[in-house]
């Protein structure tokens, strides 16, 4: 943790900043924004995390749910699918 004298030095001295540089916009962090900016109601946030509907229970998406038989159809016998 910084300590407040060197923030405070370091606030009075912008020459010690100089040399700093912007880091490369985010891509995921960029996407999010744009997505709280778009005024359209059906929009669905597909970002990292769970799904959830309007009720804030978890929302299986179709695809997974059709992975989800293919896998269990073939009846490979793991404990786990």
Known sequence: MISKKSFATAVRHPSLWSG??????????????E????????KTNLGVGAYRDD???PYVLNSV????RKILDQNLGHEYS
């Open 20 to 33: 700093m540089t912007s880091a490369p916009i985010d891509f995921n962090f960029h996407l999010k924004e």
């Open 35 to 42: 997505m709280k900016s778009d005024p359209n109601p059906m």
């Open 55 to 57: 009720d804030g229970l």
């Open 65 to 68: 749910k059709k992975a989800k």
